[in-house]
């Protein structure tokens, strides 16, 4: 019954769409439209003025400022000028957008401003215009097709037994066409790593401490300070954790603890530090004192046990200097904690500190009653104890690295991204790139050098970044794994979604002032040298100081990420990008078309594209597994003139957003059409690629992980088939299928791509259906000997279904695939791609 109201529902859409719904003969020539305001722009028409009927679909939002209590559109005005609609409407206290548009539907990207005694001039407005009855028909016709899309796009496999009640085991022919192969993107399949869900700090950086250089603030978490993770063992000591900023490490790092006699530090790590028998782990720190002392350091477990051998660190050093040691696990732990210890048989007396007051500094309160900020506090506070040494920047690094690099990445983490076979790594963000607000961009130059230099930051997901894995660790990995480093940039612009812009405006709409745009695009052209420029130029010899004095071999930038296509953002974006096409015309710069498939954002942003002449766009969207199923051409209809395509951010979502077999299959199913337009699409990553179990800030994502498992999701195991069969030469195929069911043709994709590395022809084929699909080749002949075939296949909600391989023959070319499967044929062909073919 529920499906058979459901095919109704469908086909009066259909016919109210196509027109056969409605009575024509008697439509007036004209009626009257007003706007109604529901948070966004909405329409009632009515012939006489009186009985109005509403037009149920928000034609207009807001787009400034963050998710959740932003977004807002107050006091609309609509008003006609010049052949266009201008909609004027308040956002906040005297900030108001403006957008046009040609006919009420199709909009601008929005523009914001500041106008204090502007509300009082909008409210005088009526909102009421006649206007011919075809705009009504439009509007309504816009509004039908919406709900007929959601409708579409709603459909889940949960009801395909309802859907496809009846339906058979359906039979498909593909018929190869070999003299019609084409060349396709050999960067097709890659990973975008964005510092989000713990990615970084406690998650791929294989730094153990957290909070290792006391700079937690309230600006990463209300309820952070400098002592966050630490603390002191008042079973030896009842003091209190002292932090001072007084002759910093670095002034990128201004605090530092401040130990004394007896006292005994502990950290906490990230949930623990999970530490494995026998491994060792690499301790270093940075300490002064005016006299000689000795520190102890050592692993416990949560009972205060020993773990590790015990360290000795002999502080002998007035000035900042650096000390290290090899603590060795004892056993394997899973939540162990690093002490240190001060000795209590030292000698010396406390060394003096400024009593100058710090005004972002402060004892107790909201920053945390067990920091005292030793600048702040009157003699009388200061320590009494004969010893008192001043330690920074702690470190605990397993030596057991990703290719056992310093400063490395966590190894099963690394390799699982590595086994991808990625062909490309985008970093370090999407949202992070471009931050919270202006202060909070990215800025590469912070995240080089030594570690005591490196500037730390908030993070807009609201933890906090060291900065530790930086420009240098994001290149180096991925010469690592031989990928191609895409790093992205901010285009002059924050995030759309700031809480906090200049000159009193939110996201976007608060660039970088265009004063400093000349020293902005510097840092980015001193990027391209710094990443492949020679030993002897400037930013080069930085570089080859960190290790690596040969180039990277840097190809591609991002500028900008999901950005409104505002006058603010293309006029700082369009100085970036001549800056960059007149030093360096051999980078491929990717541009942005806002944060969706379509849109104002997504229209203008590819018409300032082609107009400007950029090389590729990155485009992000995150959809239905149905709309996936029902959008099969969406690159088939794109302009091959025009730029080239980075699809930077995608996934399937369902509601509870689950990562399981079926958003699995509509991704492969997805691939399948992205790889088939691989000669427009030239990469795509899916996102998120990293999230720490009990850390995450969105789902789904591609990698979930704890401090001692790697748990990869069933979207994982679609991405690492395509990556690792992957092909440069595409072969279309006609398919015939024995069924004119709409609904059943959309759920199968194939795929038939040769490997040019290896001579290997790859098949990849997706059924999501519940019923199995029998496939019939034709012009392409298996042979006789055993085939590689990967199937990955099992209920659509299961979260933890894996592929599995066997080699077998294809008999009379004929392959099953199961209901619910993705699978993977891999061929040795090592024959010229003519030869596969079994014409006549």
Not at 735 to 758: L, P
Request: net charge negative; aromatic share 10%; charged share 25%.
């Amino acid at each position: 019954m529920r499906e058979k109201c459901f095919v109704k529902i469908l086909l009066i859409c259909v016919l109210v769409i196509s027109g056969w719904g409605r009575i024509v003969a008697d439509t007036p020539d004209s009626a009257w439209l007003t706007v109604e305001n529901r948070n966004g722009l909405y329409f009632k028409w009515s012939i006489d003025g009186e009985q109005w009927h509403l037009i149920d679909h928000r034609f207009l939002g807001s787009d400034y400022g963050p998710w959740g209590s932003h977004k807002k559109m107050h006091d609309p005005v609509l008003t006609r000028e010049d052949g266009l609609w201008k909609c004027v409407f308040r956002v906040d206290e005297a900030v108001y957008g403006r957008t046009v548009s040609p006919d009420l539907i199709h909009w601008k990207p929005q523009d914001y401003y500041i106008d204090r005694n502007a509300k009082g001039d909008l409210l005088t407005s009526t909102n009421t215009f006649e206007v011919d009855w075809q705009t009504i028909d439009n509007l309504m016709k816009t509004a039908q097709l919406s709900a007929y899309k959601r409708l579409l796009y709603d459909e889940q496999a949960k009801d395909d037994a309802l859907r496809f009640s009846g339906l058979q085991p359906v039979k498909v022919t593909v018929e190869a066409d070999v003299d019609k192969s084409k060349r396709i993107s050999d960067k097709l399949i890659g990973v975008f790593f964005e510092d989000i869900n713990y990615a970084a700090d406690g998650g791929l950086y294989a730094e153990l401490l957290q909070n290792r250089g006391f700079e937690y603030s309230r600006k990463d978490r209300r309820e952070w300070n400098s002592t966050t993770a630490w603390t002191i063992d008042t079973r030896h000591s009842p003091h209190e954790i002292k932090i001072d900023t007084l002759n910093p490490l670095h002034p990128n790092n201004p605090h530092h603890v401040v130990l004394e006699s007896g006292q005994t530090l502990v950290n906490e790590g990230f949930d623990g530090i999970a530490i494995k028998q026998g491994d060792k782990y690499d301790f270093s720190m940075f300490a002064k004192a005016e006299k000689p002392g000795r520190i102890f350091v050592k692993l416990i477990d949560d009972k205060g046990n020993a773990v590790s051998n015990e360290a000795i660190i002999k502080v002998n050093a007035k000035h900042w200097k650096k000390y290290a040691s090899v603590l060795t696990a004892r056993q394997t732990v899973t939540n162990a904690k690093l002490q240190v210890a001060v000795s209590s048989s030292s000698s010396s007396s406390s060394s003096s500190s400024s009593s100058s007051s710090l005004p972002d500094k402060h004892i107790g309160g909201a920053d945390g009653p067990t920091a005292i900020y030793v600048s702040d506090v009157s003699s009388s506070r200061k320590s009494k104890a004969g010893w008192e040494v001043r330690c920074d920047l702690f470190s605990l690094f397993p030596q057991k690295t990703f290719k056992n690099r310093k400063n490395g990445l966590r190894a099963d983490l690394a390799q699982a991204i590595a086994d991808l076979s990625p062909r490309f790594v985008r970093f370090p963000g999407g949202c992070v790139a471009h931050g919270n607000g202006i202060e909070n961009i990215y800025r590469w130059k912070e995240s080089i050098g030594r570690l005591e230099e490196r500037k730390p930051d908030f993070n807009l997901w609201g933890y906090h970044q060291t900065r530790g894995l930086g420009y240098f660790e994001y290149f180096q990995f991925c010469e690592d794994i031989g990928a191609e480093p895409l790093p992205v940039l901010a285009a002059g612009v924050p995030c759309q979604n700031s809480r906090e812009g200049k000159n009193g405006l939110a996201g976007q709409q608060g660039g970088i002032p265009l004063e400093e745009m000349e020293a902005y695009i510097q840092d980015i052209l001193d990027l391209i040298e710094w990443a492949n420029g020679d030993k002897s130029t400037r930013w080069g010899k930085l570089r080859a100081q960190a290790g690596h004095p040969e180039p990277f071999h840097l190809k591609y930038i991002g500028i900008g990420n999901e950005d409104l296509i505002s006058e603010v953002f293309k006029e700082r974006f369009e100085m970036i990008f001549n800056a960059i096409k007149e030093k360096h015309p051999e980078i491929t710069v990717v541009g942005t078309t806002g944060p969706f498939y379509e849109g104002s954002d997504y229209e203008e942003g590819w018409r300032f594209a082609a107009e400007l002449g950029v090389p590729m766009v990155d485009e992000h969207y995150y959809v239905s597994p149905a709309w996936m199923i029902y959008n099969a051409d969406f690159y088939d209809k794109y302009d091959r003139n025009k730029p080239k395509v980075y699809l930077g951010e995608y996934a399937a979502h369902l509601p509870g957003r689950p990562n399981n077999l079926e958003t699995a299959l509509a991704e492969a199913l997805h691939l399948c059409n992205v790889e088939r337009n691989g000669d427009v699409v030239m990469m795509a990553s899916y996102a998120p690629l990293l999230a720490k179990e009990g850390h995450t800030q969105w789902n789904p994502d591609l990698i979930y992980f704890n401090n001692t498992e790697v748990k990869p999701t069933v979207g994982y195991w679609v991405q690492k088939l395509f990556g690792n069969n992957a092909g440069e030469e595409y072969i279309p195929a006609r398919v015939e299928m024995a069924t004119d069911n709409a609904k059943v043709r959309a759920r199968f994709a194939h795929s038939i791509v040769r490997d040019a590395a290896t001579g290997d022809y790859i098949v990849k084929l997706v059924n999501m259906l519940p019923v199995e699909i029998t496939v019939a080749f034709r012009n392409f002949d298996f042979g006789d000997l055993p085939v590689e075939k990967t199937v990955l296949t099992g209920d659509p909600s299961d979260k933890t279904a894996k592929p599995a391989t066997v080699k077998e023959k294809i008999q009379n070319n004929n392959v099953v695939l199961p209901a619910y499967s993705f699978t993977v044929l891999r061929l040795s062909k090592h024959l010229p791609i003519s030869d596969i073919s079994t014409k006549g």
